[in-house]
């Protein structure tokens, strides 16, 4: 709450810029996120995320995420795949189910431009063509040096024949604000 007041404070103080109260929600074993819903109706923006139990089935992988894409409150997909290049191949799935689900729900999934995740290859991001899904590239930063990352995951997404059309983060202010429904 505290967070949500500061924001609402900047935002107040930097307008007509924008800060979006976000959040990334962890999914649980069950596909269920790991904050109640009264929580999660207080952003403006939920990633949920799958970080921990990565070893799993086919079948079990697709049932967390398909349930967490159903979640009212999931904004965005992220970590479709979890894995880490050279080191993690992640947990399998069906991609063309997943962003299926995504553009059934809401249009949207999350590429981590994180040079060691890109965790949706390329070639899927030739599944996401036209209006069925809207792509967000995110760099998984956890430092400011972080955000020039972004540029794997737009690479990659060109190299799939995505546009700035089909690409969240190329968004203006407006057509953000009426993605997310504000």
């Known amino acids: ?21 976000s959040i990334e929600s962890d999914i649980l074993n069950d596909g269920s996120l790991d ?18 139990n990565l070893k799993m ?3 079990k992988a697709m049932l967390r995420l398909i349930n967490a894409i159903e979640n009212p409150y ?35 999934h999350r590429t981590q431009c ?10 899927v991001d030739t599944l996401c063509h036209g209006e069925r899904s809207i792509d967000f590239h995110r760099p998984d930063a956890h430092t400011t040096e972080g955000y ?9 997404a060109q190299k799939g ?9 190329s968004f203006s202010l407006e057509q953000f604000n009426t993605f997310l429904g504000t």
């Open 114 to 123: 994180h040079p060691r995740r890109l965790d949706m290859d390329w070639a």
């Open 161 to 169: 024949g995505l546009n700035a059309e089909n690409n969240l983060s």
């Open 35 to 52: 904050y109640s819903d009264d929580i999660l109706s207080t952003f403006d923006l939920v990633i949920a995320s799958v970080h921990s």
């Open 74 to 108: 999931t904004t965005i997909l992220g970590h479709m795949t979890g894995r880490l290049l050279l080191s993690r191949p992640g947990y399998p799935v069906d991609h063309k189910k997943i962003i299926d689900a995504c553009a059934a729900k809401y249009g949207r």
């Open 148 to 156: 020039n990352d972004v540029r794997y995951g737009v690479l990659a």
């Open 1 to 21: 709450m505290e967070q949500h007041r500061l924001i609402e404070e900047l935002n107040n103080k930097l307008a007509p810029f924008v800060i979006f109260k």
């Open 57 to 59: 089935s086919e079948d």
